[in-house]
């Protein structure tokens, strides 16, 4: 797709938000539950975009297939939710962006795999929910990314044609859903980006440095 799409979507964590303060605070303070110390939080950072299955696998050194993964992950859950809001915040140099976009009457939305329990209380917290135009869960749609659905029915609602909107994520699976669903994709190279293949890998149409460089791909600087 060429031209300026008529719609943006971007991936919540580590793209509109930076909730690594919180999440690694909830698997630190599991970590301290357990007797151990607290873990920097630069180490636990680039597994964010992992949720809490990268979060315990980081913290405690355990995976889904491991058996006391379920209890860890739950209460790795329980304590996040009861932070969630305590640290977290948009970009500040993702609120110029937004700020264009209404300007310019481009809407945008957000399609994240956080399942709707977080997703929705924390976008509404941040105050996203007063200019977002569409908000999809990991659980919204039987299929989270890398699967397309997520995306497509975030371009059903905005009634917007998915090879008109891009997607913005910092994830390898980001650019993956957004391919899969015949959306440009820009690879956020201010977020968490994991500790998989590089971002240079990832196949996305366009890798951004910072928030601002949407605007030159937009042509609204």
Same mark, same amino acid.
């Given at each position: 797709?060429?031209?300026?799409?008529?719609?943006?979507?971007?991936?919540?964590?580590?793209?509109?938000?930076?909730?690594?303060?919180?999440?690694?605070?909830? &698997?630190?303070?599991?970590?301290?539950?357990?007797?151990?110390?607290?873990?920097?939080?630069?180490?636990?950072?680039?597994?964010?975009?992992?949720?809490? #299955?990268?979060?315990?696998?980081?913290?405690?050194?355990?995976?889904?297939?491991?058996?006391? @993964? &379920?209890?860890?992950?739950? !209460?790795?859950?329980?304590? @996040?939710?009861?932070?969630?809001?305590?640290? *977290?915040?948009?970009?500040?140099?993702?609120?110029?962006?937004? !700020?264009?976009?209404?300007? $310019?009457?481009?809407?945008?939305?957000?399609?994240?795999?956080?399942? *709707? #329990?977080?997703?929705?209380?924390?976008?509404?917290?941040?105050?996203? $929910?007063?200019?977002?135009?569409?908000?999809?869960?990991?659980?919204?749609?039987? $299929?989270?990314?890398?699967?397309?659905?997520?995306?497509?029915?975030?371009? #059903?609602?905005?009634?917007?044609?998915?090879?008109?909107?891009? @997607?913005?994520?910092?994830? $390898?699976?980001?650019?993956?859903?957004? #391919?899969?669903?015949?959306?440009? *994709?820009?690879?956020?190279?201010?977020? @968490?980006?994991?500790?998989?293949?590089?971002? *240079?890998?990832?196949?996305? !149409?366009?890798?951004?440095?910072?928030?601002?460089?949407?605007?030159?791909?937009?042509?609204?600087?």
């Amino acid at each position: 797709m060429t031209g300026r799409p008529q719609a943006l979507l971007f991936d919540l964590d580590g793209t509109l938000i930076d909730s690594a303060p919180d999440l690694a605070g909830a &698997a630190n303070d599991m970590r301290e539950a357990h007797g151990l110390e607290r873990l920097p939080l630069d180490h636990l950072r680039p597994m964010v975009g992992a949720g809490a #299955r990268g979060m315990v696998a980081r913290a405690f050194g355990v995976g889904p297939d491991d058996e006391p @993964y &379920a209890k860890l992950r739950e !209460d790795f859950l329980q304590r @996040y939710e009861a932070r969630m809001t305590r640290h *977290t915040h948009v970009f500040a140099d993702m609120l110029p962006v937004l !700020d264009a976009l209404a300007a $310019h009457r481009l809407p945008w939305g957000i399609v994240t795999n956080k399942a *709707t #329990r977080f997703s929705e209380p924390l976008v509404e917290a941040l105050g996203l $929910h007063k200019t977002s135009a569409t908000l999809v869960s990991g659980d919204t749609t039987p $299929h989270a990314k890398p699967h397309p659905a997520p995306l497509l029915e975030a371009a #059903r609602r905005l009634n917007v044609p998915a090879v008109r909107c891009w @997607y913005i994520g910092d994830d $390898h699976r980001d650019v993956k859903a957004g #391919r899969a669903a015949g959306m440009l *994709t820009v690879a956020a190279a201010w977020g @968490y980006l994991g500790e998989g293949e590089p971002i *240079t890998a990832w196949g996305a !149409d366009h890798i951004a440095n910072a928030p601002i460089e949407l605007l030159t791909l937009l042509a609204l600087a």
